[in-house]
């Protein structure tokens, strides 16, 4: 087969200049690494299998094969991703403790209780009869509130913090277990909130990873930008 040139205008057409720029920036710092060993491969297609929700060797096959992959492109395909983790844990070492501080609070995992309505005294009628303790909280959500969260009596989570609405995220943050605020205005809503427990999340290795990944993937986005505000890309 004839190799066909692809020129920087068709990848532009396509929606394409960007993603193949990033990939080939990386490339670029993958020279660094040093291939896997087959248990590393090993580990690291199982890892990937995982995450992409592959739960058989034949749903694989049929994975590789809808994708154009053989065993040679197969194995150089999962070699980048593990050389990819790799290479963002040892650039972002020194980075990662203050990285992970100014994450933290989002990654967090709160569990919450939530009643919305749209009125503004129904949302303080109901909130005085938890405060006086004429019905549960759990009682007031499955009766009144109007969102999805009715089918739980109320209960959210565990969830990330940064999952919340914004404004919701910094009333749970400063929240102490068990305090019920009054109804606060959120977009169209009248919510009245109960934190039930905030988890604090520990920097493990698959934290680490993540944040390393979210680091080194910040990076060559810089380096895409400054690479295609010069226009010098070249593609054969």
């Known amino acids: 087969m004839n190799k066909k040139t692809i020129s920087i205008n068709q990848l532009s057409k396509w929606g394409l200049l960007r993603q193949i720029k990033f990939e080939e920036i990386i490339d670029l710092n993958l020279k660094s690494i040093p291939e896997p060993n087959e248990a590393e491969i090993k580990e690291k297609i199982q890892e990937w299998c995982k995450i992409n929700q592959i739960q058989s060797e034949k749903h694989l096959k049929e994975w590789k094969n809808r994708n154009g992959f053989n065993e040679e492109p197969w194995k150089e395909f999962i070699s980048r991703k593990w050389k990819w983790t790799k290479w963002c844990s040892k650039k972002f070492e020194d980075k990662?403790?203050?990285?992970?501080?100014?994450?933290?609070?989002?990654?967090?995992?709160?569990?919450?209780?939530?009643?919305?309505?749209?009125?503004?005294?129904?949302?303080?009628?109901?909130?005085?009869?938890?405060?006086?303790?004429?019905?549960?909280?759990?009682?007031?959500?499955?009766?009144?509130?109007?969102?999805?969260?009715?089918?739980?009596?109320?209960?959210?989570?565990?969830?990330?913090?940064?999952?919340?609405?914004?404004?919701?995220?910094?009333?749970?943050?400063?929240?102490?277990?068990?305090?019920?605020?009054?109804?606060?205005?959120?977009?169209?809503?009248?919510?009245?909130?109960?934190?039930?427990?905030?988890?604090?999340?520990?920097?493990?290795?698959?934290?680490?990873?993540?944040?390393?990944?979210?680091?080194?993937?910040?990076?060559?986005?810089?380096?895409?930008?400054?690479?295609l505000k010069k226009n010098s890309v070249n593609f054969l």
């Not at 009869?129 to 499955?142: D, G, N």
Request: net charge neutral; aromatic share 8%.
């Open 96 to 227: 990662l403790s203050n990285y992970y501080l100014e994450r933290k609070s989002m990654l967090d995992k709160v569990n919450y209780s939530l009643i919305r309505v749209t009125s503004k005294n129904l949302a303080d009628e109901l909130y005085l009869r938890i405060k006086e303790e004429e019905s549960s909280f759990e009682t007031i959500a499955r009766e009144y509130s109007e969102g999805p969260e009715k089918m739980t009596s109320g209960n959210i989570g565990p969830v990330p913090l940064g999952n919340a609405h914004p404004s919701l995220a910094k009333i749970l943050e400063v929240s102490k277990k068990g305090q019920i605020w009054p109804p606060k205005k959120l977009e169209s809503w009248w919510v009245i909130i109960k934190l039930n427990y905030l988890r604090s999340i520990p920097l493990d290795d698959k934290l680490s990873t993540l944040l390393s990944n979210e680091l080194g993937k910040e990076f060559i986005e810089k380096l895409v930008d400054n690479d």
